[in-house]
T-cell receptor, first 115, second 114 residues
Framework: NAGVMQNPRHLVRRRGQEARLRCSPM?????VYWYRQLPEEGLKFMVY????????ESGMPKERFSAEFPKEGPSILRIQQVVRGDSAAYFC?????????????FGPGTRLLVL | QQQVKQSPQSLIVQKGGISIINCAYE??????FPWYQQFPGKGPALLIA?????SEKKEGRFTISFNKSAKQFSLHIMDSQPGDSATYFC?????????????FGEGTQLTVNP
């Protein structure tokens, strides 16, 4: 059973470009979380999604960031018009269902560098 | 307050020693407290977790101690090994209402010297 897959593992973008980060949850998992880890900091919650639904996006910046988890295919975190402050590691986690203290399994992350 | 405060920021321990990492929280609604281990270039991996209805949980060399009245919890790594060298994050969540989204501490970089 493959773990959470994220790609690309490393992404370099110039200021103003778009970044698309993909996350394929573990088989059988229908809940996806995105977290951002700035250098030398802990992980910060961004958004929680189920298939075709955004459940909680309270951690998402109000502009330029969006996320989706379509019926088919991976979850996508999209950052438009990237700025240097977006440079960070972005982690996706999945769980089998919403529930009391469901374990979240993390992917290896995408390291975004904005030049 | 949704913050979780973690200390120390870094820790150096000799092989065979005890590593202790502490966390404190403000929000009394938190009801699930996991610890994650992260190696460089990898994603966090769940190490051990505790609920506030118990004061201690032990799994192998790893023990969580929980003090509900003080709103503090700690991770103890007994007989620390060089392979334990990693960054450790405490976290907390409100399981019932937020879909278990995790609030993380700032992390502790543990180095175990041979």
């Amino acid at each position: 059973n493959a773990g959470v897959m994220q790609n690309p593992r490393h992404l370099v973008r110039r200021r103003g470009q778009e970044a698309r980060l993909r996350c394929s949850p573990m088989k059988g998992h229908s809940h996806v979380y995105w977290y951002r880890q700035l250098p030398e900091e802990g992980l910060k919650f961004m958004v929680y999604l189920q298939k075709e639904n955004i459940i909680d996006e309270s951690g998402m910046p109000k502009e330029r960031f969006s996320a989706e988890f379509p019926k088919e295919g991976p979850s996508i975190l999209r950052i438009q018009q990237v700025v240097r402050g977006d440079s960070a590691a972005y982690f996706c986690a999945s769980s089998p269902k919403w529930g009391y203290q469901e374990t979240q399994y993390f992917g290896p992350g995408t390291r975004l560098l904005v030049l | 307050q949704q913050q979780v405060k973690q200390s120390p920021q870094s820790l150096i321990v000799q092989k065979g020693g005890i590593s202790i990492i502490n966390c404190a929280y403000e929000n009394t609604a938190f009801d699930y407290f996991p610890w994650y281990q992260q190696f460089p270039g990898k994603g966090p991996a769940l190490l051990i977790a505790i609920r506030p209805d118990v004061s201690e949980k032990k799994e192998g060399r790893f023990t969580i101690s929980f003090n509900k009245s003080a709103k503090q919890f700690s991770l103890h790594i007994m007989d620390s090994q060089p392979g334990d060298s990693a960054t450790y994050f405490c976290a907390a969540s409100i399981g019932e209402t937020s879909g278990s989204r995790l609030t993380f501490g700032e992390g502790t970089q543990l180095t175990v010297n041979p």
